[in-house]
């Protein structure tokens, strides 16, 4: 059941200002946003005071591995869907590297159905490609909860690869939406382990996977995108040369998206956090990351999300190079941004541009992303004015910890609402981890989308 909600006397962060005001959720859709106040409460509402606090639309994290069906030691819909609703997402989209993988209608019929069961928040799902799974991925278009095809050009997880041209130019001729890549070439990479692979030094986890093998699989997919006139969307773009590039060559089929732990981390953090931070793409280096931000303040990188991909400590201790590559990051996401914010690196409706309006345009996904009358009622009321440390323990992530343990943040999110109703919350002093209040699969919806 949709929710009837007040929020009063809140910084409302709408889309170019921030005001003080008021915002009415009426049967989970944003009725009335009052700015400067005055609305009064009306007996089926919660009331929730927002004084001292900076009421945003709730985040969209377009990029999320949350493991099931297969992998339920790491995670699953619900732990996943928990840790995103405490750190404030309202909607994930799932890639499709699972056990089985989801490359065909049933198996995604499968996953949106474990969804209605066990998530908190709204959700949708990526196909994904293989070289001869054409007549699949034609028989998803239009499918509610289905957000795209997601093709891996280079070896990254499993055996979801497509990298021969042949195939690559079959799919972008014969498929409608969106087609998201993850954009390392297959022949350099291969190259490239057979020099580095054997190293033990996580440092030539950057070489080996290098910017050159970045930027080959980027150029190409665009190619494809162009000559095929097919939507594109690279995921976790990581290399100044490949941002750079993008600036003269995305035009309007091509958009990108940057992970938080690019924009935070660098070099020096790999050598001192070692296998916690080991992904594919790799961590860079510090003038990648400047060059990052740079393109993301500019407009060229459409959205921030996480690509959360959670495994065991005891899986990463086993050391470079046979630690699995990938971290959790949906709970620490949000937070972590208006921390950049707070310490000026942005501001805090650049943050709400790229974590909800960002990938809710690039996926086409309906009224969500911003504060508009009309809009579902997904927000989430956060704390600028607090900073706590987060540690491992405080994580809901089935994996129980974080990259960024130690780390002081702000932004905590004090309340997490999904269509008017309260799915998460935190009382001020009180435990980090704060409280989840929505039973498995009563809140939250599939999601639908235009392109």
């Not at 009306?42 to 999320?64: M, Q, R, S, W």
């Amino acid at each position: 059941m949709n929710g009837h909600l007040l929020v009063q006397n809140a910084s409302l962060v709408l889309a170019r200002q921030i005001v003080e005001g008021d915002l009415r959720v009426a049967n989970g859709i944003i009725d009335t946003i009052a700015e400067g106040g005055g609305l009064e409460p009306k007996n089926e509402e919660k009331v929730i005071d927002g004084t001292g606090l900076h009421l945003l639309p709730g985040a969209i994290d377009p990029h999320v591995h949350f493991r099931e069906p297969g992998d339920l030691k790491n995670e699953d819909l619900e732990s996943g869907s928990r840790a995103a609703a405490a750190g404030g997402v309202t909607s994930f989209l799932d890639m499709p590297n699972n056990t089985p993988n989801a490359t065909n209608k049933s198996i995604l019929e499968e996953k949106i159905s474990l969804a209605s069961k066990k998530s908190v928040t709204h959700h949708g799902f990526f196909i994904g490609a293989t070289k001869d799974n054409l007549r699949d991925l034609q028989s998803i278009e239009g499918m509610d909860g289905v957000c795209g095809i997601k093709i891996f050009m280079g070896s990254s997880t499993g055996d979801l690869l497509v990298h021969e041209q042949s195939h690559l130019e079959n799919i972008f001729a014969n498929t409608g939406g969106i087609i998201a890549t993850h954009a390392e070439d297959e022949e350099r990479l291969r190259s490239r382990i057979s020099e580095f692979g054997h190293s033990l030094d996580i440092s030539s986890h950057a070489k080996c996977r290098d910017v050159q093998c970045a930027f080959l699989a980027t150029k190409r997919a665009a190619a494809l995108a162009r000559d095929h006139n097919h939507r594109l969307h690279i995921v976790h773009l990581t290399s100044g040369k490949e941002a750079d590039w993008m600036v003269q060559n995305k035009g309007d089929l091509i958009t990108t998206e940057v992970c938080t732990q690019h924009l935070t981390f660098d070099q020096d953090d790999v050598e001192r956090l070692g296998e916690r931070v080991l992904m594919n793409p790799p961590i860079r280096y510090s003038e990648d990351k400047e060059t990052l931000w740079k393109r993301l303040r500019d407009g060229t990188i459409d959205c921030v999300v996480t690509d959360h991909a959670p495994h065991t400590l005891e899986a990463k201790s086993v050391g470079f190079p046979n630690s699995p590559a990938g971290m959790p990051g949906v709970e620490t996401s949000l937070p972590l941004m208006l921390t950049h914010a707070i310490n000026g690196k942005c501001s805090v409706t650049d943050v709400a541009r790229w974590m909800c309006a960002g990938p809710a345009k690039v996926y086409g996904i309906q009224n969500k992303g911003s504060l508009i009358e009309g809009y579902d009622g997904d927000l989430t009321l956060v704390d600028l004015e607090t900073r706590r440390v987060i540690t491992d323990s405080d994580t809901w992530t089935k994996v129980g910890w974080t990259p960024y343990d130690g780390m002081e943040l702000t932004g905590w999110p004090m309340y997490t609402i999904v269509d008017g109703r309260v799915v998460h919350k935190r009382q001020p002093g009180g435990s980090l981890r704060g409280d989840s209040l929505s039973p498995a699969g009563s809140s939250g919806r599939v999601l639908k989308f235009d392109n």
